[in-house]
């Protein structure tokens, strides 16, 4: 028996790397799929490619969750996985001293407002029920300062610890709704073009970022996506407000460790 058979499962994000490798698993466990994203373009081509159905939704905007909600008033699973680390639209720099407000606001407005409309649509599709999983992509950023990318980290850590007041609020309804964060870290996708950059020093800055992690290599999408299945099937059934890093090893000791 398929882990997620004929469960809704609704992801945001989802055009390109973790999500649509999130998506691509849930199918293939028996799972019904909503893939969105605000790429349009990019979001339907990915879910014709997995077989399954595309819906444009920008998570930064309450009216897109409220079309969601009339499309899909219950669901079984969300993944709030839609990030920015905001290179994206801006070449920074985006330390604690110099990040511009809008660099900073722009950054919260996806990560952190988009994290907590996704999560108040989940909790009201599945308190009809009073089961199912949120699932939040947070990151290994959500757990360390990184200097270079303040506004993520903050809005990383602000979603590690909403995804505990969800988890708990749900609890104290009564409902056996679950959320928990995933922590990944250096998984080979789009997001790390801009940081990357494609000058002579690519392989340079990849090499330096392999040789920090103890497992000395990148994740994949699929490692994600595996732990992304488990959490929204049964077999989790007893996991809620927890953090699961998926990290390589990077967060198991730290720089100033003896050797
Ligand atoms: N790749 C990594 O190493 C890594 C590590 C830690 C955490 N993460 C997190 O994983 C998640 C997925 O990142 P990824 O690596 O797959 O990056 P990605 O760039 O491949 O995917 C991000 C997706 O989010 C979409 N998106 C951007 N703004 C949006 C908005 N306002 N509304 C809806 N969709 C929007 C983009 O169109 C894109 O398809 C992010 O939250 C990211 O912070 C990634």
Known sequence: MPELNDKLCVVTGAASGIGRAICAAFVAEGARVILTDIDAVAGQAAADTIGCEFLELDVRREADWEALAEHAPQIDTMVNNAGVTGFEFSPGPHDPEHTSLADWRAVQAVNCDGTFLGCRYALRAMKARGEGSIINI??????????????????????????????????????????????????????????????????????????????????????????????????????????????????????????
């Open 138 to 259: 947070s990151s290994r950023s959500g757990l360390v300062g990184i200097p270079g990318a303040a506004a993520y980290a903050a809005s990383k850590a602000a979603i590690r610890n909403h995804s505990k007041s969800v988890a708990l609020y749900a609890a104290q309804q009564g409902w056996r709704i679950r959320c928990n964060s995933i922590h990944p870290a250096a998984i080979l996708t789009p997001i790390w073009e801009p940081m990357l950059g494609d000058g002579p020093d690519r392989e340079a800055r990849m090499a330096a970022l392999v040789a920090d992690t103890p497992l000395k290599r990148f994740g994949t999408v699929e490692e994600v996506a595996a732990l992304a299945v488990f959490l929204a099937s049964s077999k989790s059934a007893y996991m809620t407000g927890t953090e699961l890093t998926l990290d390589g090893g990077l967060l198991a000791g730290s720089a100033a460790s003896p050797g």
